[in-house]
């Protein structure tokens, strides 16, 4: 089993930053991507972007593109997905995931492992 914990989330003005952070604990070895979806109310579960432990090869999806970044630290066990010129369509409940195949990683359904989310709500 793996365990995820994700953290960073607030309340933040449109324009702002932020960092959430995902701690994986227990079978990471058996993490091969880590990834970052969202979910609005009312709305289905988004994929926003996912990152190769080993290589560190990154993904998003176009509405993020040039205003977040996924990296991760791998001694730490450890995301980050740094969120830059944050507008108020960003509002959703962020959840970190990870997954131990590589195969359409924008689907969430492919996802085995799942942290309990974070708000995250940009002001206009």
């Known amino acids: 089993q793996v365990q995820l914990v994700e953290s960073g989330g607030g309340l933040v003005q449109a324009g702002g930053s932020l960092r959430l952070s995902c701690a994986a604990s227990?079978?990471?070895?058996?993490?091969?991507?880590m990834g970052w979806f969202r979910q609005a109310p009312g709305k289905e579960r988004e994929f926003v972007a996912a990152?190769?432990?080993?290589?560190?090869?990154?993904y998003y999806t176009d509405s993020v593109k040039g205003r977040f970044t996924i990296s991760r630290d791998n001694a730490k066990n450890t995301g980050y997905l740094q969120m830059n010129s944050l507008k108020p369509e960003d509002t959703a409940v962020y959840y970190c995931?990870?997954?131990?195949?590589?195969?359409?990683?924008?689907?969430?359904?492919?996802?085995?492992?799942w942290g309990q989310g974070t708000q995250v709500t940009v002001s206009s």
């Open positions: 995931a990870a997954r131990r195949t590589t195969v359409d990683i924008t689907t969430a359904t492919g996802y085995d492992y």
């Open positions: 227990g079978r990471t070895f058996s993490v091969y991507v």
């Open positions: 990152i190769s432990w080993s290589a560190g090869s990154t």
